[in-house]
């Protein structure tokens, strides 16, 4: 099974900038108060620029990477979902949400400070500090779970001043103004509600960078993930995972667009000039769907002893990417705007505009969307075939999952569905997965 | 009762009546799902329109197509389309609201395809002053497509026809609901249950004519059946009446109800206005909520422990179909409302078929608990 070198490979030279900016940004937002400066707290799909205008000092914590980082300390999550589950919330429910509806009952936050003062993540060996409460929310709703996670974060926490913006509007193929302005009316009305909640000013030019932030970071991210279609891919799904992280955390963040834009693009580029190989020994290439079940990373550890690499999904390239059909027919990343903003709401309107493409919300319209992505992602990354993770913890991102299967079966590319939860690991048999991966590389011709 | 017979027969026979239809009125028939539906507009160029619900048996059809864990309702109706029972229909089509539902939606015109389909986008954020001007755009749109597609305009007096027929049909079913504050309702839960299934799938003029003639009859009719608790049945889409029936030869009755197959359906009506089209928008931005579109603010809650204090309500049986996110996401809130409210609740997950033998057992111990305080 094990199989040799083919192509160089080297770790990341970025690897632990990154790892750095996803620390600060937890560490920021529980010592936030202590700054004088506030926190906020939203999903990762939320239109961030917004709360940007209300100064430099606002840190936020978006729900879904933060239920994804309770799940990766399997002992702490434990006790998440089962205080949320004596609660009476039931435990098919999105199990994120429940990850972070348990820490707010028992209070943990998964990071605190070792005897020299150090921020560290609580299974390093640190005491939890308590679950720092937002000041306000600022939360999108496309999925049934989204709104309502926080009027349920705002009940447990008695109260807090909350502001949902709906962004499902309707597939990117089918945008009219009227569709656009729907959105930037909210976003408007949302800036009113900050100004109200937190008592400042709102300052438009703070928005106007966070904006541009947002363009960067994400068409950036989409042209890190197209360098992938090189063989060998530069980058595998596992490390994928630390590096889109930062789209989700802080999307419109200067950090995180100086990162994809002057740490990573560069480096990747030059893996591919390079020839240098995420998985030295690459033979097989195949991408995943939906989030990984995030304690059991490993699965993708043990693809690359058969010489499989997984380039990535649509997932990882889509939910923060922003992409665009090019000339040649091909995806690449989206062209920023180029426009100078000039007032509140022409900026808004860009920015509705640009974010209402994202990929990973066409398929809550019509899951055939998502497949047709799927399938060209699978053409033009030259994939061998397909894991589709059938995710018990996201019906969000399941939605239509089985007839993507069926589409990718119709376009010629092998699938191998597994069952699992992306953040409950009481729902991932992980032997029984392997079981699965050893047959599935069989078929794709492994020895 | 011989009347509530004549809703039954409908819902029994749901497919005979709307082929016998389209045969009669040379007509076009629009299955839906979810009750966010503009039918008013439909009903104004002419469509029946015919709410897609399952048959409650055991399939097995829809496994490649969905998701085990998404509800088995949506799976259920899914299973209708592969079967081949609603080959009669001509258009199919969707109002925004779960994404269960929507799958069903989506896996259905890949797999059967109909001559018009169609993604409304309904908006979620009803409490947002900006959602009417969206809808009203959005419907706008949709009236286009339907007018090419029937190949006939649709005009502003179709259309306030259409809000007539149907407004009449929700005044008579809130009068039908108000003989259910009686201390001796004259008709049972699982009977308004079959009144609402056939009124989703039965041209409204004649629903209206049959509720008409039931209503003259109730008005003197009083059962001799023991009333026993008065209860409040709310949660998901519920036409389960196998379940109804059951609880009902307890030693109780339903007289209230909150489900998108009850009073959600049709406790509003379209207020007058100048632009039709804005006047329906407004009537479903402001209709009784889905959970799914029930934020920031829970505006539910108020209205069940309304109706609990109108309908002298004992206890309150919350079901909800298994997975059914929006409604697991308010219920442990609407179960503290009541409790604090004293209202006492027995909560029950339903799935295709329910197990009658094991709720009965736990519907009589909820039951005895409830005539708790009259036996001391």
């Known amino acids: 099974m094990e199989q040799e070198a083919k192509y160089p490979t080297e770790k990341l030279k970025c690897w632990d900038e990154a790892k750095q900016i996803r620390m600060k940004y937890y560490k920021d937002y529980a010592e936030a108060h202590d700054k004088g400066g506030l926190r906020w707290a939203g999903g990762a799909w939320t239109f ?80 939890a500090l308590g679950f720092p409460k937002p000041d306000f929310i600022w939360q999108d709703h496309i999925c049934c779970s989204h709104a309502k996670w926080y009027q349920v974060v705002s009940d447990l926490e008695g109260k807090i001043p909350m502001f949902s913006v709906d962004n499902a509007v309707g597939p990117f193929n089918e945008l009219t103004d009227s569709k656009i302005k729907y959105v930037v009316e909210q976003l408007k009305d949302g800036i009113k509600f900050l100004e109200k909640v937190t008592k400042r000013d709102y300052n438009d ?56 834009e002057k740490s990573l693009l560069p480096e990747v580029n030059e893996r591919v000039k390079k020839g240098i190989a995420a998985v030295p020994n690459e033979k097989f290439r195949v991408m995943s769907d939906t989030q990984p079940p995030w304690s059991f990373l490993s699965i993708f550890r043990y693809l690359e002893k058969f010489g499989c690499v997984s380039i990535g999904s649509l997932y990882t390239f889509g939910l923060i990417g922003q992409w665009e059909v090019k000339k040649d027919g091909t995806w690449g990343a989206k062209t920023i705007p180029d426009v100078e903003f000039s007032n509140r709401d022409q900026a808004l309107y860009e920015y509705v505009k640009y974010e209402l493409h994202k990929p990973e919300w066409q398929h809550f319209y019509s899951c055939h969307l998502k497949s047709d992505m799927m399938i060209r992602i699978a053409k033009e990354w ?35 569905a597994f069952e699992g939860n992306n953040a409950d690991e009481r729902e991932f048999d992980e032997a029984r997965t392997k079981a699965k991966i050893n047959a599935f590389m069989e078929t794709l011709g492994a020895k | 009762m011989e009347l509530i017979e004549q809703f039954k027969d409908l819902e029994k026979n749901r497919h005979k009546y709307a082929k016998e239809w389209k045969e009669k009125n040379k ?12 039918e008013e507009i439909l009903y104004a160029g002419g469509i029946l329109p015919v ?29 209708q389309g592969l079967k081949n029972r609603y080959e009669y229909l001509d258009g199919l089509m969707i109002a925004q609201s779960c994404l269960h539902i929507r ?51 649709i005009t502003d007096k179709d259309l306030k ?72 049945i709310l949660g998901s889409e519920d036409d389960d009446t196998v379940f109804m029936n059951m609880v009902e030869n307890c030693g ?111 519907v009589e111990a909820f039951l005895e608990m409830i005539g708790e305080e009259d036996l001391f």
């Open chain 1, 48 to 127: 961030d620029a917004i709360p940007a205008g209300l100064g430099d000092d606002l840190y936020p914590i978006t729900s879904e990477p933060y239920g994804a980082t309770l799940a990766f300390d399997k002992e702490l999550s434990l006790e998440c979902m089962e205080a949320a589950e004596k609660a009476g919330y039931p435990r098919d429910l999105c199990s994120y949400m429940r990850n972070y509806w348990g820490s707010i009952i028992i209070d943990k936050y998964p990071f605190g400070y070792d005897e020299k003062g150090e921020f560290k993540p609580r299974f390093q060996g640190v005491k």
């Open chain 1, 205 to 260: 030019e703070l928005l106007y960078k966070a904006i541009k932030n947002h363009f960067i970071s994400t068409s950036t991210w989409a042209e890190i993930c197209n360098l992938n279609k090189a063989i060998p891919a530069p980058l595998d799904e596992k490390s994928i995972y630390s590096l889109y992280v930062l789209g989700t955390l802080q999307k419109a963040g200067k950090q995180v667009a100086d990162f994809y």
């Open chain 1, 382 to 416: 030259k994939l061998n075939g397909v894991m589709l993770h059938y995710n018990r913890g996201c019906e969000g991102l399941t939605l239509g999952i089985a007839e993507n299967r069926l589409a990718l079966l119709d376009a010629g590319f092998p699938v191998m």
């Open chain 2, 27 to 38: 007509g076009k028939i629009m299955g839906y799902f979810c009750t966010y539906v503009p």
């Open chain 2, 51 to 79: 709410r897609i619900l399952g048959s409650h048996e055991p399939q097995d059809v829809t496994e490649p197509h969905i998701f085990a864990m998404f509800c088995p309702f949506c799976r259920d109706c899914l299973a």
């Open chain 2, 103 to 153: 799958q069903t939606y989506t896996s259905w015109i890949k797999h059967r395809p109909v001559e018009f389909e169609k993604f409304l986008c309904m908006p979620h954020k009803v409490q947002s002053r900006h959602s009417y001007e969206f809808l009203t755009e959005e419907y706008k749109v949709f009236k286009k497509e339907i007018e090419n597609w029937i190949e006939k305009k």
């Open chain 2, 161 to 232: 026809n259409a809000i007539e027929v149907y407004n009449e049909n929700r005044r008579l079913m809130k009068k039908l609901y108000e003989l259910r504050k009686k201390d001796n309702p004259p008709i049972t839960g699982e009977e308004v249950m079959e009144i609402v299934i056939a009124m989703q799938m039965t041209d409204k003029t004649e629903h209206n004519k049959m509720l008409k003639d039931l209503l003259r009859k109730l008005e003197n009719h009083t059962p001799s059946r023991e009333v026993g608790s008065r209860l409040m």
């Open chain 2, 252 to 362: 109780a009755t339903f007289v209230i109800d909150d489900h998108c197959t009850g009073s959600r359906y049709f406790w509003n009506e379209v207020k007058n206005g100048k632009d039709p089209l804005a006047a329906i928008a407004a009537r479903y931005i402001d209709r009784i909520p889905c959970p799914s579109k029930d934020w920031e603010e829970r505006k539910r809650i108020p209205h069940i422990l309304q109706m609990c204090k109108d309908w002298k309500v004992d206890g309150v049986i919350i079901m909800q179909q298994k997975f059914c996110d929006p409604h697991e996401l308010d219920f442990v809130a609407i179960q503290k409302a009541l409790k604090a409210a004293g209202i006492p609740t027995l909560f029950l997950e339903f799935d295709v078929t329910v197990p009658v033998g094991q709720f009965k057992i736990r």
